[in-house]
């Protein structure tokens, strides 16, 4: 055991041994509760603003090309504590198996072994954190505010200007009911189909009207 220590610890592994306790430490706080999953994440995509500006200046195919090798990688499309965790761990493995095949045991050894593993570990990483891509895109478009104004929708509760009623909404697939009331003087029945104009309160009761399609 100490001969293992002693050997993921020598110079030529110094560094891939420190990129994966940096992960290990950073979950084991977030299991104990010291911190929160969002501790240390970050947003790496450049604002799509700021492309606009540096092509202005001629610098945008940089930016652009930069953004993309980013999704390629899936950075960003995932927490990236999550994305360095299967980064690491791979890239940790290559490493001290190398430098054990070759029998390197220097900083400056190790280190020439440690960037084309960090290499093929951005492939690796970028395979192993596929399943959750889509995942967190789905967690993403729950957690994000649905846009209701102008959308239609069914009613399934009559509702007028002085009583209040419900209607369905069709969004993206999934099915939401919204609280809905009419103009003076306007009222819908079960069945009608309805737009919604603007949200009317905290409660989240929204303002609709009668909507006749064109065909």
């Known amino acids: 055991m100490n001969d293992f220590l002693n050997y993921i610890f020598n110079g030529a592994n110094a560094v891939p041994t420190a990129l994966l306790l940096f992960v290990v ?3 084991i706080i977030v299991i104990l509760g010291v911190v929160g999953t969002d501790f240390l994440d ?5 604002d799509a603003e700021v492309d606009a500006d540096v092509e202005i200046e001629g610098e945008g195919l940089e ?3 930069f953004n993309n090798v980013l999704q390629f990688f899936n950075l960003g499309k995932i927490p990236f504590m999550v994305w360095l965790s299967f980064l690491a761990l791979p890239v940790w493995f290559i490493t001290i198996n190398i430098n054990a095949l070759l029998g390197f045991e220097s900083f400056l050894a190790g280190l020439i072994v440690f ?6 570990g951005l492939f690796l990483a970028k395979i192993l ?3 959750f891509v889509k995942v967190f895109e789905k967690l993403d478009e ?4 649905k846009e209701i104004i102008g959308r239609t929708g069914i009613v ?8 209040r009623g419900m209607a369905e909404i069709n969004y993206s697939g999934t099915f939401l009911r919204m609280m809905i009331r009419c103009h003076e003087g306007q009222n819908v029945k079960k069945g009608d189909e309805v737009l919604f104009i603007r949200k009317l309160n905290t409660q ?8 006749t399609s064109i065909d």
């Open 115 to 120: 960037l084309p593993s960090l290499f093929g």
């Open 204 to 211: 989240g009761e929204y303002l609709v009207e009668p909507y």
């Open 142 to 145: 729950d957690e994000k505010p």
């Open 42 to 46: 970050f947003d790496l995509e450049v």
């Open 63 to 65: 930016v652009s090309w």
């Open 156 to 163: 399934t509760s009559a509702a007028s200007d002085k009583s």
């Open 129 to 131: 954190t596929w399943p």
């Open 25 to 27: 430490l950073y979950w």
